[in-house]
């Protein structure tokens, strides 16, 4: 870990890195090391960075003091000064996709330009692994993002129309004489999440453990000294999908490649928005630093020139530096200034308005109107008799006053595209008895949240009324389940409007899988909402809150 003396230099003045040798041959560049000679590389990461380049709030429209790619950049120039020659720059993945600017990045703007790749050229990346949302915007804007950066974008895992490499599995750079081999490999679970943006491109993520397994023998071969791997991949917790029945490897194996892949020094790992400032599995280190560039993790490689005039490593060590309060790094700043003015134009234009004042705090304890809106207009746009969507940012609010691109953004901060499939009463059942999960089992009937659930795996239903009461156990919970004024029979068919992300399972909703398809226009939900409120005008909450679900409250008996 740094040490006082140690973070004193990490604070010193940006300095420039030697460039990047990147050795695609494979062949050696030298005939070996100079006995006894020890070098101490450091690996700087960053991952789940998610379009936040600026340190800005787009939301808020103010600035973010907290996080940013820009305001990360200033840390890595500091580490880079204080360990010239000597630190290697990687991400891994999720970078394409989340913001405001990406959203209008990929979806508004007509400049071909993208202003996350240009600021992370500015500062000199080394390599990054591609995550699950590269793929939310289509292979095709992928691709691009991989052809304009200066840097190999890495999957082990990714093949393409029967080639076994879409991309590149690794890179090896050099620093102070050290062959550095970078591995990179992303999560399988695209396969069902981005399905159908995956399958026009005739693409498959396969198990990430043999994949980098293979890629890891293939560097070492090509020369590398020692081994990092850069994985959009969680830890060890349990897949958001049934693997079983889907076929799909588990997507957070990180602990799996360290621990049963010999050879490996340290594993970077990204996708669960979990920072670990590092531990060790066996005899490989593992690091994640915080999402969104809040945080970077630095990676501390000893290397020592073996007589035999090799390198060995001894045991790797991190920590992560946080990047609240840094200034930002005037390179990422100028990359994106464009990027960045036009986004705030973009958000703050005001489409619509309400006289009322619409609140997502209460929205998984009570029927709202704010996400009573988002169901009301998915149920319309695919004519589906009953819909479902998640509250995502119980912070959202909407109004008294205008509406704002910005503050639908926030509402629904995802990419999801509006699907509706053919389900059971049982599945529907199963879906409410599932999502209830998000509340623990309490014999007062309170509502204490399960901290291992999600917020956006709670999904409410509109179009249906039920009462959950969460003094019984998950699958006994709906005591009131009826469709216009029915009750709902096990044999009853459905047609539900949900998310892309939902209809394939996503969250674990593996009761869904299967469940015919009969609408998917590929409409974005967000752009639906937008749309919904230029066509209107002006909004009233009580236009959308049905007043359809509840908790059973103590002492009732239904």
């Given at each position: 870990?740094?040490?006082?003396?140690?973070?004193?230099?990490?604070?010193?003045?940006?300095?420039?890195?030697?460039?990047?040798?990147?050795?695609?041959?494979?062949?050696?560049?030298?005939?070996?090391?100079?006995?006894?000679?020890?070098?101490?590389?450091?690996?700087?990461?960053?991952?789940?960075?998610?379009?936040?380049?600026?340190?800005?709030?787009?939301?808020?429209?103010?600035?973010?003091?907290?996080?940013?790619?820009?305001?990360?950049?200033?840390?890595?120039?500091?580490?880079?000064?204080?360990?010239?020659?000597?630190?290697?720059?990687?991400?891994?993945?999720?970078?394409?996709?989340?913001t405001p600017l990406a959203y209008v990045a990929a979806r508004i703007s007509t400049t071909g330009h993208n202003p996350i790749v240009a600021a992370m050229n500015s500062m000199r990346y080394d390599a990054a692994a591609i995550g699950n949302h590269e793929f939310n915007y289509g292979v095709a804007y992928l691709d691009s993002a991989v052809a304009h950066a200066r840097f190999p974008m890495l999957a082990a895992n990714v093949s393409r129309a029967g080639q076994p490499h879409a991309y590149r599995s690794f890179t090896i750079v050099e620093r102070a004489g050290v062959r550095v081999g970078i591995v990179g490999a992303t999560t399988p679970g695209s396969n069902l999440w981005d399905s159908s943006n995956l399958a026009k491109a005739k693409m498959h993520i396969g198990d990430i453990v043999p994949a980098v397994r293979a890629a890891v023998a293939e560097a070492r071969k090509a020369g590398a000294d020692v081994i990092v791997v850069v994985l959009h991949s969680g830890l060890d917790e349990p897949s958001s999908y049934d693997?079983?029945?889907?076929?799909?490897?588990?997507?957070?194996?990180?602990?799996?490649?360290?621990?049963?892949?010999?050879?490996?020094?340290?594993?970077?790992?990204?996708?669960?928005?979990?920072?670990?400032?590092?531990?060790?599995?066996?005899?490989?280190?593992?690091?994640?630093?915080?999402?969104?560039?809040?945080?970077?993790?630095?990676?501390?490689?000893?290397?020592?020139?073996?007589?035999?005039?090799?390198?060995?490593?001894?045991?790797?060590?991190?920590?992560?530096?946080?990047?609240?309060?840094?200034?930002?790094?005037?390179?990422?700043?100028?990359?994106?200034?464009?990027?960045?003015?036009?986004?705030?134009?973009?958000?703050?234009?005001?489409?619509?308005?309400?006289?009322?004042?619409?609140?997502?705090?209460?929205?998984?304890?009570?029927?709202?109107?704010?996400?009573?809106?988002?169901?009301?207009?998915?149920?319309?746009?695919?004519?589906?008799?009953?819909?479902?969507?998640?509250?995502?940012?119980?912070?959202?609010?909407?109004?008294?006053?205008?509406?704002?691109?910005?503050?639908?953004?926030?509402?629904?901060?995802?990419?999801?595209?509006?699907?509706?499939?053919?389900?059971?009463?049982?599945?529907?059942?199963?879906?409410?008895?599932?999502?209830?999960?998000?509340?623990?089992?309490?014999?007062?009937?309170?509502?204490?949240?399960?901290?291992?659930?999600?917020?956006?795996?709670?999904?409410?239903?509109?179009?249906?009324?039920?009462?959950?009461?969460?003094?019984?156990?998950?699958?006994?919970?709906?005591?009131?389940?009826?469709?216009?004024?029915?009750?709902?029979?096990?044999?009853?068919?459905?047609?539900?409007?949900?998310?892309?992300?939902?209809?394939?399972?996503?969250?674990?909703?593996?009761?869904?899988?299967?469940?015919?398809?009969?609408?998917?226009?590929?409409?974005?939900?967000?752009?639906?909402?937008?749309?919904?409120?230029?066509?209107?005008?002006?909004?009233?909450?009580?236009?959308?809150?049905?007043?359809?679900?509840?908790?059973?409250?103590?002492?009732?008996?239904?």
């Amino acid at each position: 870990m740094f040490g006082p003396a140690c973070r004193g230099l990490l604070l010193c003045s940006a300095a420039a890195l030697l460039a990047p040798v990147a050795l695609l041959s494979g062949r050696p560049l030298r005939t070996g090391c100079q006995p006894a000679v020890q070098v101490t590389l450091r690996v700087a990461a960053t991952t789940d960075v998610h379009g936040h380049i600026r340190g800005w709030d787009y939301y808020a429209n103010r600035a973010d003091a907290q996080r940013g790619l820009g305001r990360a950049a200033t840390i890595v120039d500091s580490v880079r000064g204080a360990n010239r020659g000597r630190v290697i720059l990687v991400d891994a993945g999720d970078m394409l996709q989340g913001t405001p600017l990406a959203y209008v990045a990929a979806r508004i703007s007509t400049t071909g330009h993208n202003p996350i790749v240009a600021a992370m050229n500015s500062m000199r990346y080394d390599a990054a692994a591609i995550g699950n949302h590269e793929f939310n915007y289509g292979v095709a804007y992928l691709d691009s993002a991989v052809a304009h950066a200066r840097f190999p974008m890495l999957a082990a895992n990714v093949s393409r129309a029967g080639q076994p490499h879409a991309y590149r599995s690794f890179t090896i750079v050099e620093r102070a004489g050290v062959r550095v081999g970078i591995v990179g490999a992303t999560t399988p679970g695209s396969n069902l999440w981005d399905s159908s943006n995956l399958a026009k491109a005739k693409m498959h993520i396969g198990d990430i453990v043999p994949a980098v397994r293979a890629a890891v023998a293939e560097a070492r071969k090509a020369g590398a000294d020692v081994i990092v791997v850069v994985l959009h991949s969680g830890l060890d917790e349990p897949s958001s999908y049934d693997t079983v029945s889907t076929g799909v490897a588990s997507e957070n194996v990180a602990a799996r490649v360290a621990a049963e892949i010999p050879g490996i020094a340290a594993v970077v790992y990204g996708h669960s928005h979990r920072e670990n400032p590092g531990r060790m599995i066996g005899n490989t280190l593992v690091i994640q630093p915080r999402n969104w560039a809040t945080s970077v993790a630095v990676v501390t490689l000893p290397m020592t020139c073996s007589a035999g005039r090799t390198w060995t490593s001894a045991a790797a060590t991190g920590a992560v530096i946080q990047s609240n309060d840094h200034p930002e790094d005037a390179r990422v700043v100028a990359a994106v200034r464009h990027a960045h003015r036009a986004t705030v134009r973009f958000v703050n234009s005001a489409i619509g308005s309400t006289p009322d004042a619409w609140r997502a705090d209460s929205a998984r304890a009570v029927s709202t109107g704010i996400t009573g809106f988002i169901l009301d207009v998915e149920r319309r746009a695919a004519n589906a008799d009953i819909a479902s969507t998640a509250a995502f940012d119980l912070h959202s609010r909407l109004g008294p006053g205008r509406i704002t691109v910005a503050q639908l953004a926030q509402l629904y901060p995802y990419d999801n595209t509006l699907r509706a499939i053919r389900i059971s009463g049982a599945q529907l059942k199963q879906y409410i008895e599932f999502s209830s999960r998000y509340y623990r089992t309490e014999a007062s009937r309170s509502l204490v949240v399960d901290t291992s659930v999600a917020g956006y795996n709670f999904d409410v239903v509109s179009g249906v009324n039920y009462a959950i009461d969460v003094s019984r156990p998950v699958g006994e919970r709906v005591t009131v389940l009826t469709y216009r004024g029915k009750p709902v029979a096990a044999t009853d068919s459905f047609t539900l409007a949900l998310s892309n992300y939902r209809q394939t399972g996503g969250g674990g909703y593996s009761m869904l899988r299967g469940a015919p398809v009969i609408y998917d226009r590929q409409q974005d939900i967000r752009q639906l909402l937008i749309d919904e409120v230029r066509r209107k005008h002006a909004l009233h909450e009580s236009d959308y809150n049905e007043h359809n679900w509840s908790f059973v409250k103590p002492g009732t008996t239904h």
